[in-house]
């Protein structure tokens, strides 16, 4: 079991947001997996976004890795809540957690979106600081696939200082509230300082004790900007593209194996910075291991690249929900 604030995930292994989350009926699958310790929604915003046949994945033939061109879930994130009140009800007792991903582009937004967390929360008696919560949210800073002229804020973490703020600002009010950020994969040291200083600058001293409100990170997203042509990828209904290119955007986010290493290294560079205590405010914060992990042995590389959650996306797409007895079980 592991503690993230408020919440309980065990065993420490979940489903990542993605597109395999993203309606009612996956979503209660996942959550009365017994190989579940946690399940992640689809990232959504407050008006939905608007999915085209534009976006879609693809899977590789050649390794266990997929390329999307997804944006956000075209379910508002009104029906998120709506779907994780319906599942706690059927539960008697529920002690499993939702983490609902939000994306927003400002400071309004993200208020809407987590005011009206707070409020299914209370609803549901889920703030009572004296027992575990069932309701966290993600922060997506890094879906490379939506289209506007600005790189995902994950990569330019400065730009974020108002939703942060406004996030940090909720956790201030009520610290039941479990918050953890979803960070694309960085490829130079740099890229994770710039990011931790602007996090641990939120970092409040209460009674000695130094508190911040990112709860856990989870690394990594999808790398974005990767091509694979249509003759090296397979579709989940079995159906071929005439066009040259696997996703019709030519280019989208690529997950799997491809991307293992990668995931792995930013894992174990978030665990080397935060558990020196260069970070105090974060040095318990929670790191969730995703990219790559499509196998027991790959899950078992995550956890001693520092992971204390391990999750996955490609897999679940690949299998369905028995990805996560794959992962749990020891061939
Ligand atoms: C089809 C697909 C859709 C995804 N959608 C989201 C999303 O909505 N929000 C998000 O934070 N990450 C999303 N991701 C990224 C995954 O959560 C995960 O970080 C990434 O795929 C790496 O894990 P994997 O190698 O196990 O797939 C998506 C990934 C895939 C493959």
């Known amino acids: 079991m592991v503690r993230i604030n408020s919440i309980e995930v065990s065993p420490p292994l979940i489903n990542t947001s993605c597109a395999w989350a993203s309606e009612l009926s996956q979503l209660e699958e996942l959550y009365h997996s017994p190989h579940t310790g946690a399940v992640t929604t689809r990232t959504s915003t407050l008006q939905g976004y608007n999915e085209t046949e534009a976006h879609t994945v693809v899977f590789s033939k050649s390794s266990l890795s997929s390329l999307n061109s997804y944006g956000y879930s075209p379910h508002p994130n009104a029906y998120y809540l709506d779907s994780v009140k319906t599942i706690l009800s059927e539960v008697p007792r529920?002690?499993?957690?939702?983490?609902?991903?939000?994306?927003?582009?400002?400071?309004?937004?993200?208020?809407?979106?987590?005011?009206?967390?707070?409020?299914?929360?209370?609803?549901?008696?889920?703030?009572?600081?004296?027992?575990?919560?069932?309701?966290?949210?993600?922060?997506?800073?890094?879906?490379?696939?939506?289209?506007?002229?600005?790189?995902?804020?994950?990569?330019?973490?400065?730009?974020?200082?108002?939703?942060?703020?406004?996030?940090?600002?909720?956790y201030k009010k009520d610290e039941t509230l479990t918050i953890g950020l979803k960070m694309p994969p960085y490829v130079y040291r740099q890229q994770f300082i710039a990011a931790l200083d602007v996090l641990e600058s939120f970092t409040v001293e209460t009674e000695g004790k130094r508190k911040s409100p990112w709860a856990f990170l989870t690394a990594t997203n999808t790398l974005g900007n990767s091509l694979m042509f249509s003759e090296d990828v397979t579709?989940?209904?079995?159906?071929?593209?005439?066009?040259?290119?696997?996703?019709?955007?030519?280019?989208?986010?690529?997950?799997?194996?491809?991307?293992?290493?990668?995931?792995?290294?930013?894992?174990?560079?978030?665990?080397?910075?935060?558990?020196?205590?260069?970070?105090?405010?974060?040095?318990?914060?929670?790191?969730?291991?995703?990219?790559?992990?499509?196998?027991?042995?790959?899950?078992?590389?995550?956890?001693?690249?520092?992971?204390d959650v391990v999750?996955?996306?490609?897999?679940?797409?690949?299998?369905?929900?028995?990805?996560?007895k794959i992962l749990s079980t020891q061939p």
């Open 311 to 324: 999750g996955c996306a490609t897999l679940l797409g690949r299998e369905g929900v028995q990805a996560f």
């Open 94 to 170: 529920p002690t499993k957690p939702f983490i609902i991903s939000l994306a927003a582009s400002t400071k309004t937004e993200i208020q809407a979106l987590v005011g009206a967390i707070q409020d299914l929360r209370a609803d549901l008696h889920d703030r009572d600081p004296s027992s575990s919560s069932r309701i966290a949210i993600e922060f997506n800073t890094s879906c490379p696939n939506i289209s506007n002229d600005s790189p995902p804020t994950g990569y330019v973490f400065e730009e974020l200082r108002d939703i942060l703020g406004a996030l940090a600002e909720a």
């Open 235 to 307: 579709r989940l209904d079995g159906t071929t593209r005439e066009e040259q290119f696997g996703v019709p955007t030519a280019t989208g986010g690529l997950a799997g194996e491809a991307i293992h290493a990668l995931s792995l290294g930013n894992v174990h560079t978030y665990t080397k910075l935060l558990r020196s205590g260069e970070y105090e405010g974060m040095r318990e914060t929670v790191i969730i291991g995703v990219g790559g992990v499509t196998s027991y042995a790959a899950a078992t590389r995550m956890r001693k690249a520092g992971a």
